[in-house]
């Protein structure tokens, strides 16, 4: 799990232009959006494409991203659990 | 009246017309740019370099006139021309959908395929509530675009503009030449 944990702080970072940070930078368990990284709406949608992009996983409630985009450990498991690639 | 001018190439950076120093070029100058007069609006990286090209030269200007409390205000537009429309980030979003078995859109370059997202931009980052236009011409035409600037004065809101050539291409073909212009 800490290598997906590892693997996934990178793609957020390239995949939202998270310049100047390193995945050491994002704390797993800090919320993405508000006030952890301060991710915006589009920024959700871009990992929704990323998580099919990467793993395979189209999700079929956009909604569910609420959930799933908690925080990098929250949406490491769901990937590990839901992955097909 | 023209109060201050910025003007960026790939290659050369004017404000007020006294050169501006730097190391890099093309689109890394834009980043050279923001990191050294700058810093604080991490949201840039995320933009097109038509939008890119049009936040530093505005903020260039901006930090030319000083007293950057980001209060909201009305009574300034910003108003820009440019020949190549947002070619870039459409060229960009295309190579997202241009492969049906790698088919993936980006929201993110999305919303970077209309010109005036970069006019935007700038009022967001300023709180500016007046007018915010872009117009596509063939050519940069300064008599064209003195007469469109000039006349926007002629909303009795507008007092000051921000206004002028920004225009993008590719990340080593780009050209600002902007205005903060008062009416007086």
């Known amino acids: ?5 590892y693997t996934l702080k990178q793609q957020i970072i390239e995949a939202l232009n998270l310049e ?8 797993e368990n800090a919320t993405l959006f508000g006030e952890g990284l301060g991710l915006d709406s589009i920024d959700a949608l871009e990992l929704i494409v990323m998580m099919e992009k990467n793993y395979g996983i189209k ?5 569910q991203g609420k959930e799933i985009f908690k925080s990098v450990a929250v949406m490491a498991d769901f990937i590990a659990k839901n992955r097909t690639k | 009246m023209i109060k201050h001018q910025v003007y960026i190439s790939p290659s050369e950076v004017l404000v007020d017309g006294i ?12 980043t050279e740019l923001y990191r050294n007069h700058i810093g604080d609006y991490p949201k840039f990286f995320k933009m097109d370099t038509l939008s890119k090209l049009g936040f530093i030269a505005s903020e260039l200007l901006l930090n030319i006139e000083g007293n950057r409390d980001f209060e909201p205000r009305e009574d300034r537009a910003v108003i820009f021309f440019n020949r190549n429309a947002s070619l870039q980030a459409d060229t960009h979003y295309q190579s997202t959908i241009q ?3 790698n088919f993936f859109p980006s929201p993110a370059a999305f919303v970077y395929t209309l010109p005036n997202i970069v006019t935007g931009e700038i009022a967001i980052r300023n709180k500016y509530f007046g007018e915010t236009s872009f117009m596509v011409i063939d050519d940069y035409d300064e008599k064209i675009i003195m007469k469109n600037l000039e006349n926007a004065f002629q ?10 050539w920004v225009d993008c291409s590719d ?9 903060l212009m008062e009416n007086d």
């Not at chain 1, 100047?20 to 704390?27: A, F, Q, S």
């Not at chain 2, 909303?155 to 002028?164: A, E, H, L, M, V």
């Open chain 1, 1 to 5: 799990m800490d290598e997906l944990i």
């Open chain 1, 20 to 27: 100047d940070m390193k995945p050491e930078d994002i704390d």
């Open chain 1, 59 to 63: 999700l079929k409630d956009p909604t």
């Open chain 2, 19 to 30: 050169p501006l120093n730097h190391n890099e070029k093309d689109s890394a100058l834009l």
């Open chain 2, 99 to 101: 492969n049906p078995e």
């Open chain 2, 155 to 164: 909303d009795p809101i507008t007092k000051s503009i921000i206004g002028g």
């Open chain 2, 171 to 179: 990340e080593e073909h780009f050209e600002a030449r902007i205005y």
